[in-house]
Nanobody
Framework: QVQLMESGGGLVQPGGSLRLSCVVP?????????MAWYRQVPGNERELVAS???????TYSDSVKGRFTISRDTLTNTLYLLMNNLKPEDTAVYYC?????????WGQGTQVTVSL
């Protein structure tokens, strides 16, 4: 099982910003992979937040469109999620996800808490 390493979560006030990072092993960091960020609140299903499709297009959930930006750095094999204008309802555990060929990989999750 390939391990994805996330970082960047924390506590932030409403209106603040955070940037999440996910280091992806070279073996699955491919333009043919689907790379995504999900989030999950206890008691709820995991929700897709943003993704790169296999064609390289970016997609966003309606709840974060215009505030979050997904990006990636091919030199460092890192996937990012820049989160601006954070709201209390963005509080969740955020997970990095890579789907490549027949395999599916998850990170361990990083907690984001938006509160005064």
């Amino acid at each position: 099982q390939v391990q994805l390493m996330e970082s960047g979560g924390g506590l932030v006030q409403p209106g603040g910003s955070l940037r999440l990072s996910c280091v992806v092993p070279q073996s699955i960091f491919s333009r043919h992979a689907v790379m995504a960020w999900y989030r999950q609140v206890p008691g709820n299903e995991r929700e897709l937040v943003a993704s790169f499709t296999t064609g390289g297009s970016r997609t966003y959930s309606d709840s974060v469109k215009g505030r979050f930006t997904i990006s990636r750095d091919t030199l460092t094999n890192t996937l990012y999620l820049l989160m601006n204008n954070l709201k209390p309802e963005d509080t969740a555990v955020y997970y990095c996800n890579v789907q490549y060929r027949e395999s599916l990989h998850w990170g361990q999750g990083t907690q984001v808490t938006v509160s005064l």
